[in-house]
């Protein structure tokens, strides 16, 4: 289990990086660019992907291509949760993205439903309700953004893993495709900072650069230990997916609680407990 603890450590801190960003100054899009390049290169370095792979027939290249353009911007949605809703509501929605991937499998990949997975489904929904659910004692500069956020990282998380079941069942594997993907997304990723650096709204900084070292570790860390417990305990998927799912709504609760002292509704708090319960009974089903 210290595999799956390393990667909980891993995703909770990418949350947290972001969520530092405004402090230090940091560009968030320029971190995110260097953060694909970090990826990548350990991808290459520690996955041992096979590129020529790629050029046999059946390679899903739409899915592919819509990954690499899907991962830098939603983790840009990723990164405003943070900033809007705080640690404990993005992380959460991350998480219950599953719901979608689960009714993906149930209408596109004919997995069969079960009492447990419909009720999980239930309980998923009515958490991410209350977790972007916005009170009348909610910090008033939240406005739109406190729950319009949270929702598209849940429904954009949803659709990459979609898209990333779409790759596996072609056949391609783990490493290649990542590195497939790490890549567009690192072009994608530049073509978005050179566009705004054409226009005058960014110019590159150092700072920034490190951030993004350190944002690509953390987000490499997170794959990599989280395919690691799997391997592991090979017998063992379901506890593998509920440590890793449970583990990081719980720690990002308790981090944004108590380091940045985010201010939840009681609402909401019942929403985070939810997603907790929704994502065990979906593992138990």
Same mark, same amino acid.
């Given at each position: 289990m210290i595999f799956v603890l390393l990667s909980v450590l891993c995703s909770?801190?990418?949350?947290?990086? $972001?969520?530092?960003? =405004? =402090?230090? =100054?940091?560009?968030?899009?320029?971190?995110?660019?260097?953060?694909? $390049?970090?990826?990548?290169?350990?991808?290459?370095l520690l996955l041992q992907p096979a590129p020529a792979s790629l050029r046999a027939p059946g390679v899903p290249w739409l899915a592919l291509v819509a990954l690499g353009i899907l991962l830098p911007t939603i983790f840009l949605a990723l990164a405003a949760a943070v900033r809007h809703a705080g640690i404990v509501r993005s992380d959460a929605a991350q998480r219950l993205s599953l719901l979608l991937s689960l009714l993906a499998a149930f209408v596109l990949f004919g997995e069969q439903l079960s009492a447990f997975k419909l009720g999980g489904i239930a309980l998923g929904l009515l958490a991410l309700s209350?977790?972007?659910?916005?009170?009348?004692?909610?910090?008033?500069?939240?406005?739109?953004?406190?729950?319009?956020?949270?929702?598209?990282?849940?429904?954009?998380?949803?659709?990459?893993?979609i898209l990333f079941k779409r790759v596996a069942q072609a056949g391609v594997s783990l490493g290649t495709s990542l590195q497939a993907m790490f890549a567009l997304a690192l072009l994608v990723a530049f073509a978005m900072q050179l566009w705004r650096r054409v226009h005058g709204s960014t110019r590159f900084t150092a700072r920034s650069a490190v951030a993004g070292l350190l944002l690509g570790l953390a987000n490499f860390g997170n794959i990599l230990f989280y395919l690691r417990g799997h391997r592991a305990l090979p017998q063992h998927p379901a506890l593998v997916f509920a440590s890793m799912n449970i583990g990081v709504v719980a720690l990002g609760a308790v981090v944004g609680l108590l380091l940045f002292r985010e201010r939840l509704s009681r609402l909401n708090l019942a929403g985070v407990a939810l997603a907790v319960i929704a994502i065990g009974v979906l593992a138990r089903g």
């Open positions: 909770v801190l990418v949350s947290v990086l $972001l969520k530092l960003a =405004r =402090r230090f =100054r940091l560009d968030v899009g320029q971190a995110i660019a260097w953060n694909y $390049l970090v990826a990548s290169a350990l991808t290459a209350c977790m972007v659910w916005r009170s009348g004692h909610a910090p008033t500069n939240e406005g739109a953004a406190g729950w319009l956020y949270p929702l598209l990282v849940f429904a954009g998380f949803g659709v990459i893993d």
